[in-house]
């Protein structure tokens, strides 16, 4: 039997993650969307930013569904804020100290 999800969260906004903060928002999947820093945040914001930009260009994406796409989103560097998420996607780079230390704050949340 297929969940369905209303809230995800994404840990990791490089290409791997914004890439699967966009397929979430693009489906109508709020999304909680987690870098460890605000600076951090922001250069995910704008590789979101980017790759929606390309996909209205080139007529992909309209212009109205860009927004609704990125109101669907939400930036931030705690991840308390993933509380309310169904289910939290990880996309940190490919070192163990660092996933475990992802999951084990996820554990408390």
Same mark, same amino acid.
């Given at each position: 039997m297929a969940r369905e999800f209303t809230k995800v969260g994404v840990i990791g906004l490089g290409t791997?993650?914004?890439?699967?903060?966009?397929v979430f928002a693009r489906n109508g999947i709020d999304v909680v969307?987690?870098?460890?820093?605000? !600076? @951090?945040v922001e250069k995910g914001r704008g590789v979101l930013q980017h790759s929606t930009d390309r996909a209205?260009?080139?007529?992909?994406?309209?212009?109205?569904d860009q927004a609704a796409l990125h109101d669907r989103v939400q930036f931030t560097s705690d991840m308390a804020d993933l509380k309310e998420c169904q289910l939290v996607v !990880? @996309?940190?780079p490919e070192h163990l100290d660092?996933?475990?230390?992802?999951?084990?704050?996820?554990?408390t949340i």
């Amino acid at each position: 039997m297929a969940r369905e999800f209303t809230k995800v969260g994404v840990i990791g906004l490089g290409t791997m993650g914004a890439g699967i903060v966009e397929v979430f928002a693009r489906n109508g999947i709020d999304v909680v969307a987690v870098e460890v820093t605000d !600076e @951090a945040v922001e250069k995910g914001r704008g590789v979101l930013q980017h790759s929606t930009d390309r996909a209205v260009s080139r007529g992909k994406l309209s212009a109205d569904d860009q927004a609704a796409l990125h109101d669907r989103v939400q930036f931030t560097s705690d991840m308390a804020d993933l509380k309310e998420c169904q289910l939290v996607v !990880e @996309a940190v780079p490919e070192h163990l100290d660092l996933k475990k230390e992802i999951f084990g704050r996820l554990d408390t949340i």
